[in-house]
T-cell receptor, first 109, second 115 residues
Framework: RKEVEQDPGPFNVPEGATVAFNCTYS??????FFWYRQDCRKEPKLLMS???SGNEDGRFTAQLNRASQYISLLIRDSKLSDSATYLC??????????FGKGTKLSVKP | DAGVTQSPTHLIKTRGQHVTLRCSPI?????VSWYQQVLGQGPQFIFQ???????GRGNFPDRFSARQFPNYSSELNVNALLLGDSALYLC??????????????FGQGTRLTVV
């Protein structure tokens, strides 16, 4: 089993749609989780941290379910500028970032 | 303030050659990590350095090595290049070496093509 697994994608949605990405992780001892965004041929950038209580940043909501080892990202009212690859990240035992394969989102007019 | 800077941005090498990639972290950041991102995959951890010492190593062969200098900049070296080493090499800078709660900032990467 891979350490971090994400929805295969790609997701093609119209502007204004709500889209949800899911991610599972294998190490139950993991403590820290993030969502990164990566635009085509660019570097990954931190989108938001993921907390047990769930957290929201504008149109973006991240949730963590430790019992199921499951992380989610919800994007409401999708914009064209949201088109990117979304990477689920778990912090490993060495303090390193363990990335999922990423899910590509295309928002169409 | 300058972000994480990497050089060169693009590089073409021949199989069997050696390559050195460079990274300058954000001012004040003491931790530098290196990642390899092959097309269609997420970045894979190669090394982490903190205060000039190796603090973590991913599952990469000994052909890969790195070091961190007193000014916290870092080099990634790859010997005996293989076609499969073609990838985007990313450097990440952070304040501390434990990733939890410490945001990592990535450079724009070095795109290495091995022919």
């Amino acid at each position: 089993r891979k350490e971090v697994e994400q929805d295969p994608g790609p997701f093609n949605v119209p502007e204004g749609a709500t889209v949800a990405f899911n991610c599972t992780y294998s190490n139950s001892a993991s403590q820290s989780f993030f969502w990164y965004r990566q635009d085509c041929r660019k570097e990954p950038k931190l989108l938001m941290s993921v907390y047990s209580s769930g957290n929201e940043d504008g149109r973006f909501t991240a949730q963590l379910n430790r019992a199921s080892q499951y992380i989610s990202l919800l994007i409401r009212d999708s914009k064209l500028s949201d088109s990117a690859t979304y990477l689920c990240v778990v912090v490993g035992s060495q303090g390193n970032l363990i990335f999922g394969k990423g899910t590509k989102l295309s928002v169409k007019p | 303030d300058a972000g994480v800077t990497q050089s060169p941005t693009h590089l073409i090498k021949t199989r069997g050659q050696h390559v050195t990639l460079r990274c300058s972290p954000i001012s004040g950041h003491k931790s530098v990590s290196w990642y390899q991102q092959v097309l269609g995959q997420g970045p894979q951890f190669i090394f982490q350095y903190y205060e000039k010492e190796e603090r973590g190593r991913g599952n990469f062969p000994d052909r890969f090595s790195a070091r961190q200098f007193p000014n916290y900049s870092s080099e990634l070296n790859v010997n005996a290049l293989l076609l499969g080493d073609s990838a985007l090499y990313l450097c990440a800078s952070s304040l501390a070496h434990r990733g939890g709660g410490t945001e990592a900032f990535f450079g724009q990467g070095t795109r290495l093509t091995v022919v």
